[in-house]
C-alpha cells in the first residue's frame, strides 16, 4: 500500500490564515428581510395566524440545512444571531420550525470544498452564495 505523500509548508503565516478563515462566517441581514420577518399575511385558514413569515422558517431551516443541527439546536442558533445583531425580532421555535418544515422546501446551491460562502438575507429569503458571487447579482 502507497503511503500518503506529505507535504511540506512554507509559508506558515500564509497557512495559518487560511486555517482561520476556514472558521469565518458572514450572515446579512437586509432591512427588507427584518420588516417581513413577521407574518402579516392572514392564511385563509381557521384559527390562530402564523407568527412568522416563510421567510423566518426558510432562514432557519436553511441554516439548519447547513450546519447539520438538530431543530432544538437550530432554535438556539438563530436565537444568538438575533441577539449579536441587536435585531427586535422573535425567534421561531423549535415546534413551529417542525410543523412548517413539511409545507416548505429549502434549496441549498451545491458549494466545492474550500470555498468561503456568504450567507444572505434579504426579502426574498436567506440566499447562500460562494466567494464573489453576491457582488454580481
Not at 469565518?24 to 407574518?39: C, H, V
Amino acid at each position: 500500500m502507497a503511503s500518503k505523500k506529505s507535504y511540506r509548508v512554507s509559508n506558515w503565516s500564509s497557512y495559518n490564515r487560511s486555517l482561520i478563515e476556514r472558521g469565518s462566517l458572514t450572515i446579512w441581514f437586509n432591512e427588507t428581510a427584518i420588516e417581513k420577518w413577521n407574518a402579516i399575511d392572514k392564511t385563509g385558514k381557521r384559527g390562530r395566524p402564523g407568527t412568522y413569515s416563510d421567510i423566518a422558517i426558510e432562514t432557519a431551516l436553511s441554516l439548519r440545512a447547513i450546519f447539520k443541527l438538530p431543530l432544538r439546536a437550530t432554535q438556539g442558533l438563530v436565537g444568538s444571531m438575533i441577539t449579536l445583531m441587536n435585531l427586535p425580532l422573535k425567534n421561531p421555535d423549535y415546534s413551529t420550525l417542525c410543523r412548517r418544515q413539511l409545507s416548505l422546501e429549502v434549496q441549498l446551491p451545491r458549494t466545492h470544498s474550500g470555498q468561503s460562502l456568504h450567507v444572505v438575507v434579504d426579502a426574498t429569503g436567506l440566499k447562500i452564495f460562494g466567494e464573489g458571487e453576491w457582488k454580481v447579482r
